[in-house]
Structure formats: structure tokens, C-alpha cells
């Protein structure tokens, strides 16, 4: 059975710690923070873990399991302590700069996505079975030995994971238009709610909001720095799904202001029947 | 006890029929489809219906629950039925222009909004308490009549309805922001996400999306004729939203353009902790 590895252990280190252990691999855990790898033993998480990435030395496959800013200076930091067969993956939102960067510096590396998440952070949010019928995405480059493709994408098909593999460039594209382009967009409603003046509206508004405004706002209320990292990482498959967007919202604003009620009403029955392609 | 009047047997007629029997009140249903006549009486939420306004000649308070192009024709009609002290009023969800005409036409007129629904619609759809807990909004004139405004308020609080007062301009540019924005702001998220020309990213994109564009979208693939009417009625308060909304989308655009990765992050930062004064 493979010995894995983790750096990160938060919701996502977590919660593949917890089910890795539970199908039987063994799993050594890596946190800057020595009350983390305390809680992670708690949990039963990891077999073993440490501050101190040395502890990976001996393993056969290491997921990166922290911030995009941080992948590859952690990868860096690893090199000294890996022996060539090992294989490593992140788990980062953003895939091209990641995938760049890491393959250059270590030939075995594969990028990868898990799409689970929730709104909490950190070890005490891990849960198992996260990623039961989550999506999976990998992005090998041309010079991905197979191996490293293989051996990941079997872990998650074990995780319960529905798998995907494409480019860099294709997952990056892909994940503006559904996940990034979506937070914007919903930070924006809130951030245009915010500047009605008038204190009476204002209260009215917040009093009546329900589930509509509830779910269009959710992602936009989500986490800041997560949010900031997936526009600096994706920035421009971000500005050109933001730029189509700004392009469909001009054309319900001309509709309305032209009176075009029917061209509007088509509209959305366009946008009504093509939902149902994506969910 | 009082007896009501419907006029229009759908999701809220038919869903406010059911309470109010089930409240002790007698109810007197008016459709425009016999079939629709029968499935009320068949489900319990009229104690008698008819195709004809005339049935409700001796009621003391007619809700009118038709769509909202059709409010102020059907009172014409209701008219030459009425007895003076019949009090009429309204559940569209724009209130301005409803209430003007209405008003003018019918002196004990008093517009509301009982801000209840889900995906489904018509007779079939009606459920028992569909209105607990919801917010119902009146929205008097200067010259309407307290007993009106006192008498479908106390309906709304048997109801379970949380109630609120305000003029009809209060309310409808309190609806653009939480209702009608959203909305539009869904709906052009489906669009610029349909104008992906590479078929494998968008295949990616379908394949990918999960509860984040599920949520963001859902508004955007709601009933294309409601958001059609929505914005007809409602559309100078909406444009005003919409084009706020466009300044802070901009503002999002110049920022990752730029690369002000910190200023967005503190835009994120605002709207997550603006977004629970919503909620």
C-alpha cells in the first residue's frame, strides 16, 4: 500500500487524511502549526505528523494541500527531502501558474483540483467522505510521466471523486466561467445593495431579502483571501469571462431601456434553458 | 366571520385559499378555467368557485392574485359587482404602478406583496402554509383607508406573515435590489457563460459546475415571463440598480486589470460582512 503524504493539513488535507487512512493507506501529515498536527492526531487524520518536512522523506505520494501563493515555495522546500520516484500533486483552484512553476522544478508533479469545499476552514472543519461524487480535475503537461497521472487519478477515483483530465489552459477556462466569474459576480450584488442611500429602502431590503438574494449572494460572501487568490492566479480567463459578462448584462440593460420586453423575455427563456446543461 | 374573495386560482391563490378555509374564513373563487374551478374545490382551497366575477358580489375582501398586467383590467371587471365597503387588494410584486391605477379606480383598495413562492407553479402547486414566515408587504397611499390597510394585515399576521408598511416607491426600489437585480444579474451569468466558443472548455464548464454556479444561477433560470413582467413594471428602480450594479462590477474589472490585489481583497472583505445584515 502507498505511504502518503500531506502538507496542509486544513479542510481539504484533512478531510483526504481522514478517508486515506480509512482505505488503508498511511498517512503522514506536515502543518507549520505543531497545535495543528496535535489536532490532527486527534482526529485520526494522519498516522504520524510533524512541522518539519523531512517527515515526507520516505513516502510515495505527497499532496500540496495549502494556498495557491504558497505550492511552490513548499515544493521547493521539498525537493531536498524527496527521493526521485516520488510523485507530487496539489490541490490548488488556479492550475496553469502552478503547473508551470512546479513541473519545472520537479519532473514527477502532476496538478490536480478536487472541486469539495465548504464554508468552514481549517482541520476542525474536515469531515469524511468530502469528496464523494466531487468533481476531480487533473492537468498533466507533455512531459507528465503517465505514472504520476495514473497513480493520482486512482486516488481519487478510491476518494469517490468523478474524474476529469485536461490542460492547464482548459481547467483554468473552464473554472472562470463557474466558479471564479460566479464570486464576482455575487460580491458585486452585495457591493451594489450597499450603496442605496436611503436608510428606509436600505432596512426594507435587508428585511425582505430571502432565498433569491440568499443564493445569488452566497459565493460572494465567501472567503476574502480565497477570493483574491483566485483572481490574482486566473486573472485573465477571470477578466475575459468578466468582460462577457459585463457584455450579456449591457444587452439586458439596453432591453429594459429601450422597452424591448419581448427581446428581453427571450432572453431569459435562452438563459432558462440552458441552465439546465451545466447542473 | 369574514368572507373572501379570490380572483385567480394558482400557486398563491389556490396556497392562500387552503389557509384561509383551513383559518375558518369562507372563500369564493373566481378563475378563468372551470377545469382550474374544479381542481380548487377538489383540493379544499374554495368553498365554492366560478368562472364568473358575480360570485363575488357579497364577499368583504377580494385578494386578487393574477399576474400583474392583468390586475387593473380584472378590477374594472370586478367593479360593477362590488359593494362599496369591499375592500380589494392586490399580491403582484411591483406595487407602484398597480397601486396607482388601482387606487384611482377603487377607493378601498389597498396593494400587497406577499413575498412567498417556489419553482412550481398553478393550482397544482398550492400548499398549506406557503406563507409562514414570509414577508407581506402593504403599501397604502395617503388616501387609503385605515379599516383596509388593518383588515389584510390582520389576514397576513393569521397567515404567519411577517408585515411590513411602506408607500408603494419604498417598496418597489427595495424589490430591485434583493428580487429584480438578482434576477438579472443571474440570468447574465447563464448568458456569458453560453457564449464559450471552445467546445471542450465548455463541456468542462457543464461537467464542473457545482453549488456555487447552482446558486448564482438559479434566479437567472427562473419563469422568463415574471422576470419579463418584473422588469416592465418595475423598470425605472431596476435600471437604477442595474446600473449601480455595473459600477461595482467595474470596480472589480479595474481592480484585477490593475492588479490591486489588496484593494480587492478588501472589496471581498466588505461585501462578505455586509452580506449577513441581508440574511
Redesign the interface.
Known amino acids: 500500500m502507498m505511504k502518503i503524504g500531506l502538507v496542509g493539513l486544513g479542510l481539504i488535507g484533512g478531510s483526504m487524511g481522514l478517508d486515506l487512512r480509512n482505505y488503508g493507506f498511511e498517512v503522514l501529515g506536515v502543518s507549520r502549526k505543531q497545535k495543528t498536527c496535535q489536532q490532527a492526531l486527534d482526529l485520526g487524520a494522519v498516522d504520524e505528523a510533524s512541522t518539519d518536512l523531512s517527515l515526507l522523506k520516505s513516502v510515495d505520494l505527497i499532496y500540496i494541500c495549502t494556498p495557491i501563493n504558497t505550492i511552490t515555495p513548499i515544493l521547493k522546500q521539498l525537493i531536498p527531502h524527496l527521493q526521485p520516484q516520488t510523485i507530487v500533486t496539489d490541490v490548488g483552484s488556479v492550475k496553469k501558474p502552478v503547473v508551470e512553476e512546479c513541473s519545472h522544478l520537479w519532473s514527477n508533479f502532476v496538478g490536480g483540483h478536487p ?1 469539495a469545499g465548504k464554508a468552514e476552514q481549517g482541520i476542525e472543519a474536515a469531515q469524511k467522505g468530502l469528496f464523494i461524487k ?2 476531480y ?1 487533473l492537468t498533466p503537461t507533455s512531459t507528465t510521466p503517465q505514472l504520476a497521472i495514473d497513480s493520482v487519478g486512482e486516488i481519487a477515483t478510491i476518494l469517490g471523486c ?1 474524474l ?1 483530465i ?1 490542460s492547464p489552459e ?2 483554468d ?3 472562470a ?3 471564479h ?16 442611500l ?1 436608510p ?2 436600505l432596512q ?7 432565498s ?14 480565497l ?2 487568490m483566485m ?2 492566479y486566473n ?1 485573465s480567463q ?2 475575459n ?13 439596453k ?3 429601450q ?1 424591448d ?1 419581448c427581446s ?9 434553458d ?6
Open positions: 472541486m466531487a468533481a480535475v468523478q476529469s485536461c482548459t481547467h477556462r473552464a473554472v466561467w463557474i466558479s466569474l460566479p464570486a464576482m459576480v455575487s460580491a458585486s450584488l452585495i457591493a451594489a445593495c450597499m450603496e442605496e436611503d428606509s429602502v426594507l431590503a435587508q428585511n425582505l431579502a430571502s433569491g438574494f440568499r443564493d445569488t449572494s452566497r459565493v460572494g460572501g465567501g472567503n476574502p483571501e477570493g483574491e483572481a490574482r486573472s477571470l477578466l469571462a468578466l468582460c462577457q459578462y459585463r457584455q450579456s448584462l449591457d444587452t439586458i440593460i432591453f429594459i431601456q422597452e420586453w428581453l423575455q427571450e432572453f431569459l427563456q435562452a438563459t432558462q440552458a441552465r439546465s446543461n451545466f447542473l
